[in-house]
C-alpha cells in the first residue's frame, strides 16, 4: 500500500513537472515568436523607400557600398542581406547593396602626354575622343594640356573624351646678355649656343678700341628676348 501510493505520487509529481515545462517551452515559444519579424523584399526599390519598408518591420537598414548591376537602375537596391522571407529579431540589421548602374571604368590620366600617345591610350581604354580644343604657346610641346572627363573619373565603357591640346610650343625666353666690351669670337659662341640668330655684323671705325671689340649692340643688354631672336652686333675694326 505504501509503494503503490509512493508511485501515484512519484508519477503526479513527473506529470506536474512534465506539464510546467511545456508551459515553459509554449511561452518562451510565443515570446519568441512575437519578437521575430520576417525581412520584407526591397530588391529594385528606392533605396530610401526600401529603408523605411525595413524599419516599418521592425528592423534596422543599414546602406552598404553601391555594386554595379546592370539590370537594376542606378539608386535602387541591387541587393538584400539577409535575404526576403529570412526570420530575425526585432532590431536586427538588414544590409542593403544599392545599384550603381552599368559596369564603368576609370578615365587614365592623358595630361602631359603627346597627342598621339594619348589617342592610343584611349584606345586601349576602348574609349574615344569626342572633340579636340587646340591652343597655341600654352607648353614646350604638342601635348594635351586638360581633359573632360578628368583623370580617374567614371564613366560607361566606349565613352567619349574631349581633349585640350598646345599645337604650337611656346617660344622660350631669355634676358639679353651684355656684350658691348666683349670680343666678336665671344659673343657670336654666346648667342649660337642660346639659339638666337646673328644679323649681319656692322663693323665701325672706333679710334682707342681694339679690332674685333663688341661697341654696341642690338636688342640691348638686360632686355627681354625670345629663342631665336635677331641680334645685331656693332663691333671696331
Not at 552598404?64 to 541587393?79: E, K, Y
Not at 579636340?132 to 610641346?141: F, K, N, R, T
Not at 654666346?190 to 656692322?202: I, P
Request: aromatic share 6%; net charge neutral.
Amino acid at each position: 500500500m505504501g509503494v503503490s501510493r509512493f508511485l501515484r505520487w512519484l508519477m503526479a509529481f513527473a506529470g506536474l513537472m512534465a506539464g510546467c515545462g511545456l508551459a515553459v517551452w509554449m511561452v518562451l515559444w510565443v515570446s519568441l515568436r512575437s519578437s521575430a519579424t520576417r525581412v520584407p523584399s526591397v530588391l529594385d526599390t528606392d533605396t530610401a523607400h526600401a529603408a523605411a519598408v525595413i524599419q516599418t518591420s521592425g528592423l534596422v537598414a543599414r546602406i552598404q557600398d553601391g555594386v554595379f548591376d546592370p539590370q537594376i537602375g542606378a539608386g535602387r537596391v541591387a541587393s538584400q542581406r539577409p535575404p526576403a522571407g529570412f526570420e530575425l529579431k526585432r532590431g536586427a540589421t538588414v544590409l542593403l547593396y544599392p545599384s550603381l548602374g552599368k559596369a564603368v571604368q576609370k578615365v587614365g590620366d592623358l595630361t602631359g602626354l603627346p597627342v598621339s600617345l594619348a589617342e592610343a591610350e584611349l584606345e586601349n581604354e576602348k574609349l574615344t575622343v569626342e572633340r579636340q580644343c587646340d591652343v597655341d604657346g600654352e607648353a614646350d610641346g604638342v601635348v594635351v594640356l586638360a581633359q573632360m572627363p578628368g583623370p580617374d573619373a567614371l564613366v560607361a565603357p566606349g565613352s567619349a573624351v574631349t581633349m585640350l591640346v598646345n599645337r604650337t610650343p611656346r617660344q622660350k625666353r631669355y634676358v639679353m646678355p651684355e656684350f658691348v666690351g666683349t670680343t666678336e669670337p665671344d659673343a657670336t659662341r654666346v648667342l649660337r649656343a642660346l639659339g638666337f640668330q646673328l644679323a649681319t655684323v656692322q663693323r665701325v671705325s672706333y679710334p682707342g678700341v681694339s679690332p674685333g671689340t663688341v661697341l654696341r649692340q642690338d636688342p640691348t643688354a638686360g632686355g627681354p628676348v625670345i629663342e631665336a631672336a635677331v641680334v645685331g652686333l656693332w663691333v671696331s675694326r
